[in-house]
């Protein structure tokens, strides 16, 4: 249970975030809203690139905003990037192993291979794990992002678009995935996408941003129904669902 | 322990020095800024046409004027040439591969100009300047005209280009360059036009001070290619690659340091180091005081 | 077959071909080269040697770390006077004076790159093109150690300066160049372990983005910084060693152009490739000897460097050790292709 209130984030004149108060349960939690709404300002924040002005995260009863960014990658935070960040000149197993051993993450019970094996498993790339991830395709160097993300027990994975880019039937794939990693690995999600179905699919709660505020928040659904939130969309964006 | 008499002669002569410091440095700093381009053939380009002239005076037998002419005019060609041939391919890449293709070329001006005019036979070259054999005094120092024009040249055009980058259209657009191109572009600044510019005046500028130093420093490749460079840089790096005035500034402490720490007997051997030990300390203080990390961009 | 992993590190079928080409190598350069070359050609390879173990660490900084020196012969200047001092100072044997060469050398590269390492790469290297004109100057006052005491180990006074030290077992030309290769061998695995464990993972993420290794937890500053000090470390086993093979060392060798020469080799070589630092040695010590015996300019090499340099970073980026071996195989797939055009037409022309 991520809880956040009142976060306020401030660039000179631009608010990307206007007290934005919502709790993020455990399970699949979708973030939508148009272009510029603040999306990944809040992924910023959460992983300690962006210092904000007012507010409170509390993860798990942590006050994540009082750790510095290395220290919540070691506490079990986990982001992937819009932009493609698998590493072309490594193997598959290098770019899951470097997440796995800087973020220190703990081997009781298990050994850093297997954890790291696994989670190329868990994610479903089919190629040998010791090709280079240049040599993948596309499809599946964004699968090397999401092994990333689930390596050496996460707490929270935050992932933005992780689809960005890929056909539909791939985008499918890549949501049963997401869909199973609160389950398997005991770790919140939080998904950022433009892509309805892809959210629809995977998400049990969705929040909207709109201007940096807070518009809507609740069950997928209901949300995707909501007036304000259509108009959101439509006035700057077409909705894909 | 000098006395003030005695230190003096060495004020003049970094103040001359710092003026001509200040000079290329500016020109480094305005087309990094611009262009992005931190170009360190800078004292190379200088160097060459400060050799091209001296063949043509004293070789060829051309009109001093005509001959210095020569020089900033192959500071010019050579500067803009290497802006339109190699600023394209290396546009979107790393400031510092930018940097690091300027050495090659300082390298292919460095080796031409020793194949040309090589030092071998001991032969030293003097590039004297009209203006050198008319002196006055101011205390007990002796100051020659190439000095004050050195030092005249130097906070004159600071004081230009600043005023050219704060008052005209073109500096509006040179200055819109160096916060964030792709939004220049879109905004309508002709980007390629307002880099050809600063492309150019970085070639008048890096064509004077090399006639300059030739005259205050001599007629040899290598001091003119890399100790002129180094002092340029280092005053261009403490006003943090930004502040024309902070270049000037920096520029003459370079050359008053440098010069004065000559009458000293404990560090008169080391005076050269001064670049390097200004640029050290201005640097430990920018990133004593932080910030430095704080404009840039994330993500 | 999938072979046995060694932790981290996995060894796979390619290293084993890569392991028979250095076998292969070393093999050469033990035996064959001494027994073919002249003695005067010894004394240059152990210089390129060293100027290769230079290349290697630069190489690292340049193509793992996205970090230029452009002051690294200055670095090695210092590995060499602290070299030469420690040899005329003590009868430590040479191989424990490396070591604390290396060390000192690392620290002192290490402390001269902090203040500009939390800036951008630029201040990094403008700060370094900066110390390698201020060491220049330093080391003409100060002079290399001639065998005299006081710290600085320099009498102008001495016409005849007796010859630095080299160890017992590798006292002849020859000798120093097999003990100078077997030195280059173990620092390339020093290199190889680097790049294939966990630094060389954190650097590749650094090289990558930033951001993206902030995330992953990466103290970006602390590998930044290991990287800095590998490379100056391995830069003082290169001036220890152009210290014994040298015999007697003059200021003049280490200008501040030949840093921005260095430079220009490491990126021609290819620093993304630690093969790049034998191109780059080659072309740093053996090229200039080459053009020094068929009476040609030196200037020549200049311009050849400067338009490398400028090749390189404007169409092939990975540099002649990964580009070489693709232009060859492009060159012969034309040449076959050539004789297959011949031979048919001939054939049928029998036929």
């Known amino acids: 249970m991520i809880e956040i209130d009142g976060l306020t984030l401030r660039y000179g004149g631009v608010t990307p975030l206007d007290s934005v108060t919502i709790q993020f349960p455990m399970g699949t939690n979708g973030l939508i809203g148009p272009n510029g709404a603040g999306k990944t300002s809040f992924f910023n924040v959460m992983s300690g690139f962006a210092r904000p002005q007012e507010g409170t995260i509390t993860a798990f009863g942590e006050d994540l905003l009082a750790m510095p960014h290395f220290r919540r990658a070691r506490w079990g935070l986990r982001r992937t990037f819009q932009t493609e960040q698998a590493i072309q000149e490594l193997s598959i197993y290098e770019n899951v192993a470097l997440i796995h051993e800087h973020a220190k993450a703990d081997t009781t019970g298990t050994s850093r291979r297997e954890d790291i094996l696994g989670a190329i498993e868990f994610v479903g790339i089919k190629s040998d794990p010791y090709a280079k991830v240049a040599s993948l395709s596309a499809h599946e160097r964004r699968l090397v992002e999401l092994a990333r993300a689930v390596v050496g027990k996460p707490r929270v994975v935050l992932l933005d678009e992780p689809a960005a880019g890929l056909p539909d039937d791939e985008t499918v794939q890549m949501g049963e995935v997401i869909k199973r990693i609160p389950e398997h690995m005991d770790a919140l999600v939080i998904l950022v996408d433009h892509d309805m179905t892809l959210v629809q699919n995977t998400c049990t709660k969705v929040a909207v941003l709109d201007f940096g505020k807070l518009i809507a928040d609740g069950p997928t659904a209901e949300v995707l129904r909501d007036e304000q939130v259509m108009r959101a969309y439509l006035g700057t964006a077409e909705v894909k669902a | 322990m000098p006395s003030w008499t005695q230190l003096q002669p060495f004020i003049v002569t970094g103040l001359s020095l710092g003026g001509v410091y200040a000079l290329s440095g500016t020109g480094i700093v305005v087309l990094y800024r611009t262009t992005g381009v931190l170009n360190l053939a800078f004292g190379a380009i200088g160097m060459f046409g400060a050799f091209l002239s001296w063949q043509l005076i004293h070789e060829e037998g051309w009109p001093q004027g005509l001959g210095f002419l020569a020089a900033v005019a192959f500071s010019v060609v050579a500067m803009w040439l290497y802006g339109m041939v190699f600023g394209p391919p290396l546009a979107q890449r790393d400031p510092l591969v930018k940097a690091s293709a300027t050495l090659g070329f300082a390298l292919i001006l460095l080796g031409a100009s020793s194949w040309i005019w090589s030092a071998a036979g001991g032969a030293t070259r003097f590039q004297p300047i009209p203006t050198d054999t008319h002196h006055f005094s101011v205390g007990e120092a002796m100051v020659n005209w190439t000095q004050v024009i050195a030092l005249a040249v130097g906070v004159l055009v600071v004081v230009l280009t600043g005023a050219l980058l704060r008052f005209t259209r073109l500096g509006t657009a040179m200055r819109a360059l160096a916060n964030d191109r792709e939004v220049s572009a879109v905004l309508g600044v002709p980007v390629r036009r307002v880099e050809a510019v600063a492309w150019l005046w970085a070639g008048v500028l890096s064509g004077v001070s090399g006639l300059l130093l030739s005259d205050l420093v001599g007629l040899d490749q290598v001091t003119l290619t890399f100790i002129v460079l180094i002092s340029s840089v280092a005053a261009a790096l403490i006003a943090r690659l930004r502040s024309i005035l902070g270049t000037l500034v920096a520029g003459l402490g370079i050359g008053l340091v440098d010069a004065c720490a000559q009458p000293f007997s404990g560090i008169s051997r080391y005076h050269d180091m001064a670049p390097f030990v200004l640029a050290l300390v201005g640097l430990l203080f920018v990133t004593r005081k932080g910030g430095a990390l704080a404009g840039r961009r994330i993500v | ?351």
């Open chain 3, 1 to 351: 077959m999938r072979l046995p992993a060694l932790g981290t590190i996995r060894v796979s079928r390619t290293d084993g071909i890569r392991a028979l080409v250095v076998l292969g190598l070393m093999a050469i350069g033990l035996f064959l080269l001494p027994a073919v070359l002249t003695v005067d050609w010894m004394g240059v390879l152990a210089a390129a040697a060293c100027y290769t173990i230079t290349a290697l660490g630069l190489g690292i900084l340049v193509g793992r770390v996205g970090l230029v020196s452009m002051g690294q012969v200055a670095i090695l200047e210092i590995g060499a006077w602290i070299g030469a001092r420690l040899l005329f100072a003590t009868s430590l044997p040479y191989p424990v004076v490396i070591v604390i060469t290396a060390i000192l050398t690392g620290v002192i590269g290490t402390i001269i790159g902090l203040p500009a390492l939390r800036l951008s790469g630029l201040y990094l290297a403008l700060i370094t093109l900066m110390l390698a004109g201020a060491v220049t100057i330093l080391l003409s006052v100060t002079n290399f150690p001639n065998g005299a005491g006081g710290f600085l180990g320099y009498d102008s006074s001495t016409t005849i300066p007796p010859s630095i030290r080299r160890p017992s077992i590798a006292d002849s030309d020859t000798g120093f160049w097999r003990y100078a290769l077997v030195v280059t061998l173990i620092m390339f695995l020093v290199a190889l372990w680097h790049v294939r464990s966990k630094p060389g993972r954190a650097w590749a993420a650094i090289r990558q983005s930033e951001p993206s290794a902030m995330a992953a937890g990466i103290n970006i500053t602390f590998y930044k910084l290991w990287a800095l000090l590998l490379a100056s470390t391995l830069t003082g086993v290169g001036g220890a060693l152009l210290a014994g093979s040298s015999g007697q060392l003059y200021q003049t060798a280490f200008s501040t152009d030949q840093s921005i020469q260095l430079l220009a080799v490491v990126l021609m070589g290819g620093a993304y490739t630690l093969w790049g630092a034998l191109v780059a040695g080659f072309l740093f010590s053996v090229v200039p000897h080459i053009l020094d015996l068929w009476h040609l300019n030196s200037s020549l090499l200049l311009i050849l460097f400067g338009v490398g340099v400028l090749q390189v970073l404007t169409t092939a980026p990975q540099g002649i050790a990964v580009q070489f071996p693709k232009d060859m195989a492009n060159l012969g797939r034309l040449i076959w292709r050539g004789v297959r055009l011949v031979v048919p037409a001939r054939g049928g022309a029998g036929a």
